[in-house]
């Protein structure tokens, strides 16, 4: 049997056909704070409903289902109690999940999904043909759907912002701009941990405006300073080091171009560029990668993970080069560049 291959029986495939309906489940549970209530001591089913109002019956179904994959654990007469797997979608734990498995729940990622043949035959985004316009612009006109999303992008920050802070040195960058920097997190979390640095958050206007109170109520207001605007058109100049997090992963080839060149032309000679992006491995290895890889064929007009190679074309083609290439254990690459 290959080694890289799991034992071909139709209960694997079935197994792997109800992943959705799995998904479904632990978004219920996200959505209704169950795990922020079940401890390590059993609680009844009825209990959990009452709380969350909800029907006892229906819900010990949810919990069952969960309890058959690992998340919680049925101790007997409809009580159940806490696992490790369930713990990441209470909403305290450390890199908890449960902002994400909500938004994989709601409408504007499941609905999208139903146009993924769509994706497939033409290469464009099912979300703008379901919605009606592409996912950026849909989320700046639906406020309510944003909040959901940039929380779920801010639960994956934190587990992730961790590990690149432990892999990368960024002790010698005096000015860190953040391109697409969203809500702020990794800058706040470079800057907290680097007193003698000063950074530069530079986004969308109304992205801007909901990350600005954010990092400064962190007690940073006076050494990170906000920038808005379209980095398709240009970034702000001046700084060291250039850090995109998850930006380029978003964009064709064309696009990421431009973004990578207008870094290129803002930047010195003696300046670094930092992609923090989930590179695709060779072969046929299990990575997150392949299937996030989906993700952005559905949602994106465009967007895409990328290998090594590719990473490498688009960064020579705009000036730069690859030095080199370090993995952390969150999922995310990390891909620092120099100007050529």
């Known amino acids: 049997m290959d080694k890289d291959h799991p034992a071909a029986s139709p209960t694997v495939l079935l197994h792997m056909l109800a992943g959705c309906w799995v998904s479904q489940a632990l978004y219920v549970c996200a959505k209704l704070g169950i795990a922020d209530l079940v401890k390590e001591e059993p609680i009844a089913c009825s209990t959990l409903a009452e709380a969350t109002q909800t029907h006892a019956g229906a819900l010990y179904r949810v919990l069952r289902a969960l309890a058959s994959v690992g998340v919680f654990c049925e101790a007997g007469d409809r009580r159940f109690h806490t696992t490790p797997l369930a713990s990441y979608l209470r909403t305290d734990t450390p890199g908890s999940l449960r902002a994400f498995a909500i938004m994989l729940g709601e409408a504007e990622h499941w609905r999208a ?30 406020p309510e759907a944003a909040k959901v999303f940039d929380a779920a992008m801010t639960s994956r920050s934190a587990q992730e912002n961790e590990a690149i802070l432990c892999t990368y040195d960024f002790s010698a960058a005096r000015s860190v701009v953040e391109i697409g920097g969203g809500q702020g997190t990794l800058l706040e979390d470079v800057l907290r941990n680097h007193p003698a640095a000063q950074g530069v958050l530079f986004d ?41 997090k998850k930006v380029i992963h978003d964009w064709d080839d064309e696009r990421a171009l431009q973004i990578l060149t207008n870094c290129r032309k803002a930047m010195a000679h003696s300046g670094r560029l930092l992609l923090i992006e989930p590179v695709v491995p060779q072969g ?10 989906l993700l952005m064929l559905v949602w994106t007009s465009g967007g895409r993970e990328r290998t090594k190679a590719e990473h490498e074309d688009l960064l020579t083609a705009s000036g730069f080069r690859l030095r080199r290439l370090m993995a952390t254990p969150s999922g995310v690459d990390l891909l620092e560049a120099v100007p050529v």
């Open 113 to 142: 999904w139903e146009g993924v043949l769509h994706s497939v035959r033409t290469g464009e985004s099912a979300f703008k043909r379901v919605f009606g316009s592409p996912h950026f612009a849909y989320f700046e006109a639906h």
């Open 284 to 293: 046929n290895a299990a990575s997150f990668s392949k299937l996030l890889d």
């Open 204 to 244: 969308l206007p109304h992205v801007v405006a909901s990350s600005r109170a954010r990092v400064w109520s962190a007690g940073l207001e006076t050494r990170c300073k906000f920038a808005e605007g379209d980095f398709f058109a240009e970034v702000p100049a001046g700084g060291d080091l250039y850090v995109m």
